[in-house]
């Protein structure tokens, strides 16, 4: 099971950037998809979850409005479209094959770090 986070940079308050999950070695259809983030100093957090097929998703409240999830399953890729983004959004952002049912991870990928600057 491969999960591959990219897309991470250095953006201004206010900015946007989006991250991917590109996956392998599951059947990708089989799984819901989730974000989690962490900070320094802090524990990891869900930031936004993917059902297989039937639509659902799941956001933290505080990226709600601001943060998009969508899935390819042709391409196995999950993004992570992130807009008006503020230091509190800094964090190293995680991709997740998880539980369909309850977006459980179960499988973790390597993180991406996202810092954003005021």
């Known amino acids: 099971v491969q999960l591959q986070a990219s897309g991470g940079g250095l953006v201004q308050a206010g900015g946007s950037l989006r991250l991917s999950c590109a996956t392998s070695?599951?059947?990708?259809?089989?799984?819901?998809i989730g974000w989690f983030r962490q900070a320094p100093g802090t524990e990891r957090e869900g930031v936004s979850c993917?059902?297989?097929?039937?639509?659902?998703?799941y956001y933290l409240d505080s990226v709600k409005g601001r943060f998009t999830i969508s899935r390819d399953n042709a391409k196995n890729t999950v993004y992570l479209q992130m807009n008006g983004l503020s230091p509190e959004d800094t964090a190293v952002y995680y991709c997740?094959?998880?539980?369909?049912?309850?977006?459980?991870?179960?499988?973790w990928g390597q993180g991406t770090l996202v810092t954003v600057s005021s």
């Open positions: 993917i059902s297989s097929s039937d639509g659902y998703t």
């Open positions: 070695g599951f059947t990708f259809d089989d799984y819901a």
């Open positions: 997740t094959a998880a539980d369909d049912n309850s977006c459980r991870p179960r499988h």
